[in-house]
């Protein structure tokens, strides 16, 4: 039996491994990229918000700047005025105010009493009212010739500037009568005297035109505060909305991560905003109507003149939206073009490394 030359080794201890700690996630891992994009959609949210509340009051202060615009601008005004004039309807109703106008002033009534006999003389208020139409048939005529219109537009320039210097609260030679906002025709009553000698009717041939005064009421004294009231709320809106249009969009631009998505809020907010203003007008269109319908100006007149504001209105609010559509477009197209580069270069980054 041989022994070996040496004895057997002891295993050789082993230290005991200290833990290893996990390794940190490194900056491309899921993890590290979750609390980073979690913040930065937030940012975007609240930016996309501001900026759809931006979009939303520019297209509110367009609608009041326009608005505004219509009833207060001179030239507008006429426009207004000159629709008022060729409406048929319109015309019968200014024919109209002007002949019980005329028929006042001239004193028919009393002419007529003097001139029937005594127990006859009762029917003095029949006849006048046949003399008030026979002049509202010619009046009606004379409404349609240019000479009426040259003397209702410079009627209607003269009332404009007692209109806005009654709207500012300023000064001036300022002849609002107590009843409302009136338009000196006098200048009319030649052409009425002339349509009725033509008909053979010369019951105002003994009266001098140049001593008639016609004043027709254009808007009754309730009607007139009210469109007062209009105009200084619009004015208010035209230049509140603005301004928060204004800083609402740098918030939320500044704000987002991803700015083109903020704009196509903004967008939107102007596309809903148009909405919201068109609901308005439709719904508050024959509100406005009775409100203003007072004087001469009775509802057909009334309609008119809303008319006329709004279609301007419609067209401001057609280029908003034609605006918003576009920038709608590029922000979809943009944010698109910038989500495929961004998700080419996430793809890239680890590759390289």
């Given amino acids: 039996m041989t022994w070996p030359d040496s004895p057997p080794t002891e295993p050789t201890a082993r230290p005991p491994t200290a833990p290893v700690a996990p390794a940190a996630p490194s900056a491309t891992s899921p993890s590290a990229r979750t609390a980073p994009r979690r913040s930065g959609g937030v940012r975007t949210t609240l930016g996309v918000i501001l900026v759809f509340l931006s979009g939303l009051s520019a297209t509110f202060g367009v609608s009041s700047f326009w608005t505004a615009r219509a009833l207060l601008d001179e030239n507008t005004w006429v426009a207004t005025s000159e629709a008022i004039v060729n409406d048929p309807q319109v015309q019968q109703d200014v024919a109209r105010a002007i002949a019980t106008q005329i028929v006042s002033v001239v004193g028919v009534d009393d002419i007529v009493a003097g001139v029937l006999p005594g127990p006859l003389s009762g029917f003095s208020g029949s006849v006048t009212d046949k003399v008030t139409d026979l002049i509202a048939s010619a009046a009606v005529l004379a409404v349609r010739t240019d000479a009426f219109i040259n003397v209702w537009e410079s009627a209607v320039r003269a009332t404009h500037d007692q209109f806005v210097h009654a709207v500012d609260g300023s000064g001036g030679a300022i002849t609002l009568t107590s009843g409302g906002l009136s338009l000196d025709l006098g200048g009319s009553f030649a052409e009425i005297q002339k349509q009725l000698d033509k008909r053979g009717i010369t019951v105002l041939d003994s009266i001098d035109p140049s001593s008639i005064n016609l004043q027709i009421l254009l808007v009754d004294a309730p009607g007139l505060e009210r ?77 008119v003149i809303v008319d006329e504001v709004t279609s301007g209105l419609d067209r401001a609010l057609f280029t908003t939206c034609l605006v918003a559509a576009v920038v709608l477009v590029a922000g979809i197209v943009m944010a698109v073009l910038t989500s495929r580069r961004s998700g080419r270069t996430t793809d890239v980054a680890p590759t390289s490394a």
Avoid: H, K, M, Q
Wanted: proline share 3%; charged share 15%.
């Fill in 227 to 303: 469109v007062r009231t209009w105009v200084r709320v619009l004015r208010v809106g035209s230049i509140v909305f603005p301004a928060v249009a204004v800083l609402a969009a740098i918030a939320g631009l500044l704000l987002a991560r991803r700015r083109w998505f903020a704009v196509i809020g903004g967008a939107i907010g102007a596309l809903v905003g148009a909405s919201i203003v068109t609901a308005i007008a439709s719904s508050g269109r024959d509100r406005a109507i009775e409100n203003i319908s007072g004087g001469v100006l009775g509802p057909a007149s009334a309609r």
